[in-house]
């Protein structure tokens, strides 16, 4: 009986091995989602995710991409670092052939790396940080955002032209994002020569008092803060300026644009500047989008859904263009052919970033934020 069982083992495997595996699995296109889609960051993950799961609902209904329907692999790394690193070693090992993400700059260079040697695209809706991209290091990576050089310079007019601010603080958290923001602000301030920088410093994420920082600021007597980070750290900030009634102009970056931090600041939020995505709502393709979320979830979408969703249209173009998940393919797909998205008729240029998309200044008013024009 036991040689009988042997041999029947051997014939199941090796027929495995002949006949094609059939079934769901097979028959799909994986596409991982990677970003915080849980903790304090999470406001700007989990609309990327909804995103990228809408759309490959609707592909699906149509009848999937090359007749194979699309997968979703969404996967949490909080926007951090040494978790990202897991999440790219785990939708490695799950056969996807591009991923949506990461959201974090910090979080999207820690994994880019393990992308790039197992030879997969990664799009992200919002990693901002200028050398994923114009350093050659990951020319695996696309982004459906512009850089952040782009967004100092815009703030850099912004405090000095239109708020004519003379005496500029910096503050940054430190990350790769905060810091090359706040640097790249730094840098055309000081180039344009009309304004003073009379505080540039790195504050710790997470503390629970900046009130040393904020007394900094007062000392210096700067008529501006630049901040470079996120929504947490930036509410406590305008929270803690605002108990020692320093009414000075708060400007962020797109970490502060978004729900979480009205949610977080309140009341303090009120006229808060940040700079953030230009307003892509005429878009028919936009129009549709948020017509279908807003039927779906019966509420507006969040921070980066607009780029989220483009970065899934984006991908599914460059499979279906490309007729296949072949790498060489897709960049060839994704570089020279324009697909019309949420945020615009766009193709990538020769270092991956998106062509066409730019950034505005907003503020909030009356507990929205609203694009300046």
Same mark, same amino acid.
């Given at each position: 009986?036991?040689?009988?069982?042997?041999?029947?083992?051997?014939?199941?495997?090796?027929?495995?091995?002949?006949?094609?595996?059939?079934?769901?699995?097979?028959?799909?296109?994986?596409?991982?989602?990677?970003?915080?889609?849980?903790?304090?960051?999470?406001?700007?993950?989990?609309?990327?995710?909804?995103?990228?799961?809408?759309?490959?609902?609707?592909?699906?209904?149509?009848?999937?991409?090359?007749?194979?329907?699309?997968?979703?692999?969404?996967?949490?790394?909080?926007?951090?670092?040494?978790?990202?690193?897991?999440?790219?070693?785990?939708?490695?090992?799950?056969?996807?052939?591009?991923?949506?993400?990461?959201?974090?700059?910090?979080?999207?260079?820690?994994?880019?790396?393990?992308?790039?040697?197992?030879?997969?695209?990664?799009?992200?809706?919002?990693?901002?940080?200028?050398?994923?991209?114009?350093?050659?290091?990951?020319?695996?990576?696309?982004?459906?955002?512009?850089?952040?050089? #782009?967004? /100092? @310079?815009?703030? !850099? %007019? *912004?405090?000095?032209?239109?708020?004519? +601010?003379?005496?500029? &603080?910096? =503050?940054?958290?430190?990350? #790769?994002? /905060? @810091?090359?923001? !706040? %640097? *790249?602000?730094?840098?055309?301030?000081? +180039?344009?020569?009309? &304004?003073? =920088?009379?505080?540039?410093?790195?504050?710790?994420?997470?503390?629970? %008092?900046?009130?040393?920082?904020?007394?900094?600021?007062?000392?210096?007597?700067?008529?501006?803060?630049?901040?470079?980070?996120?929504?947490?750290?930036?509410?406590?900030?305008?929270?803690?300026?605002?108990?020692?009634?320093?009414?000075?102009?708060?400007?962020?970056?797109?970490?502060?644009?978004?729900?979480?931090?009205?949610?977080?600041?309140?009341?303090?939020?009120?006229?808060?500047?940040?700079?953030?995505?230009?307003?892509?709502?005429?878009?028919?393709?936009?129009?549709?989008?948020?017509?279908?979320?807003?039927?779906?979830?019966?509420?507006?979408?969040?921070?980066?859904?607009?780029?989220?969703?483009?970065?899934?249209?984006?991908?599914?173009?460059?499979?279906?263009?490309?007729?296949?998940?072949?790498?060489?393919?897709?960049?060839?797909?994704?570089?020279?052919?324009?697909?019309?998205?949420?945020?615009?008729?766009?193709?990538?240029?020769?270092?991956?970033?998106?062509?066409?998309?730019?950034?505005?200044?907003?503020?909030?008013?009356?507990?929205?934020?609203?694009?300046?024009?």
């Amino acid at each position: 009986m036991r040689k009988l069982v042997t041999k029947k083992f051997v014939l199941i495997v090796l027929l495995s091995m002949i006949i094609p595996a059939t079934g769901f699995a097979a028959d799909t296109i994986k596409i991982g989602v990677a970003g915080p889609h849980s903790g304090d960051l999470a406001a700007y993950g989990i609309p990327t995710k909804e995103a990228a799961e809408m759309v490959a609902a609707q592909v699906n209904a149509a009848g999937g991409v090359l007749g194979m329907q699309v997968e979703v692999l969404p996967m949490d790394d909080q926007c951090k670092p040494e978790i990202a690193t897991n999440v790219a070693t785990k939708l490695v090992s799950e056969g996807v052939s591009v991923v949506i993400g990461h959201v974090c700059s910090g979080a999207t260079k820690a994994a880019l790396g393990i992308y790039n040697e197992a030879k997969i695209i990664a799009i992200s809706p919002s990693a901002t940080n200028p050398p994923l991209t114009q350093s050659g290091e990951y020319p695996n990576f696309y982004r459906t955002i512009a850089p952040d050089d #782009d967004q /100092g @310079k815009l703030a !850099a %007019d *912004f405090v000095t032209k239109k708020l004519g +601010a003379k005496k500029i &603080a910096i =503050i940054h958290d430190k990350g #790769d994002y /905060g @810091k090359g923001f !706040a %640097d *790249f602000s730094k840098q055309f301030i000081e +180039a344009a020569g009309m &304004a003073e =920088i009379v505080l540039f410093e790195g504050i710790t994420p997470g503390a629970m %008092d900046y009130s040393a920082v904020v007394q900094k600021i007062r000392h210096e007597n700067a008529d501006a803060v630049i901040f470079g980070g996120y929504h947490p750290e930036a509410s406590k900030l305008v929270g803690q300026m605002n108990k020692k009634r320093m009414k000075i102009p708060f400007v962020g970056p797109d970490g502060v644009k978004g729900d979480g931090f009205l949610e977080i600041a309140g009341k303090d939020a009120e006229g808060v500047y940040a700079t953030g995505p230009m307003d892509v709502s005429a878009y028919p393709e936009n129009k549709q989008a948020k017509a279908d979320y807003t039927s779906k979830y019966g509420k507006e979408p969040g921070t980066f859904f607009d780029q989220g969703y483009a970065a899934m249209q984006a991908a599914l173009n460059a499979i279906k263009v490309s007729g296949g998940t072949d790498y060489a393919g897709l960049e060839k797909a994704l570089k020279n052919s324009f697909v019309d998205t949420t945020v615009g008729k766009i193709k990538f240029d020769a270092k991956g970033d998106a062509e066409g998309v730019g950034f505005s200044v907003y503020q909030v008013q009356d507990g929205k934020f609203v694009e300046l024009k």
